[in-house]
Each structure stands twice: as structure tokens, then as C-alpha cells.
């Protein structure tokens, strides 16, 4: 079971931080996602199991992602935010090397963050 917190509304150029916690992370490739209204799903940040990263375009140089395996944590940090970031953020974990595609078995049931 993944759970997020750390959703809130901001306005443009602040920060927030994204918490996910679950169990035996070390185990999985993990992502953020996000869903605004009337769109799909988007691939946001990914983290392999190693350490590596990957961004979309959208976020890169913004949004840094990172996980602490001691305390099956993962972590979004948001900077620069802006309105079109206004989304339902969502962590996801699998067993597969999935980078950013919507294809993973695990999700949470995700957190609201609006940025006005």
C-alpha cells in the first residue's frame, strides 16, 4: 500500500514536498505521476533502484525526486511551481523498470497540489 501527503495549494513560485511511504522499497523502480482535469495521466519523475533518475521535459530542473529505502520513503521535491503544475500527484511502485510509463502495478490514492 502506497500513501501520499504533502499536497496543498501554493502560489507560483513556491515550493512544496511530496511524501510516499509503503513497505520494501528497496525492491521496486518507483514514479510520480500526476493528472490534471480532462487530461491523462503524465509520467513526471522516475527512480531506479540504483539511485538513477529521469524526468519529464516539463519538470526537469524543477522537481527532484529521491528515496530513502531505510524508511520506505519517496520524496518529490517541487520548486519553481507553476499553474499548469495544478494536478492530483500520484507515486507508483513496480517490480519492473518502467521509467515513465503508466503501466506500473502499484499506486496511491494521491494528493492534491494547486498552484494559483
Known amino acids: 500500500q502506497l500513501v501520499e501527503s504533502g499536497g496543498g495549494s501554493v502560489e507560483a513560485g513556491e515550493s512544496l514536498r511530496l511524501s510516499c511511504v509503503g513497505s520494501?522499497?528497496?525492491?521496486?523502480?518507483m514514479a510520480w505521476f500526476r493528472e490534471a482535469p480532462g487530461k491523462g495521466r503524465e509520467g513526471v519523475a522516475f527512480i531506479d533502484r540504483g539511485g538513477a533518475t529521469n524526468y519529464a521535459w516539463s519538470v526537469k530542473d524543477r522537481f527532484t525526486i529521491s528515496k530513502d529505502n531505510a524508511n520506505n520513503a519517496l520524496y518529490l521535491q517541487m520548486n519553481s511551481l507553476k499553474p499548469e503544475d495544478t494536478a492530483i500527484y500520484y507515486c507508483?511502485?513496480?517490480?519492473?523498470?518502467?521509467?515513465?510509463?503508466?503501466?506500473?502495478?502499484?499506486w496511491g490514492q494521491g494528493t492534491q497540489v494547486t498552484v494559483s
Open positions: 507508483a511502485a513496480d517490480s519492473v523498470n518502467l521509467q515513465l510509463s503508466r503501466f506500473y502495478t502499484y
Open positions: 520494501d522499497f528497496s525492491r521496486y523502480y
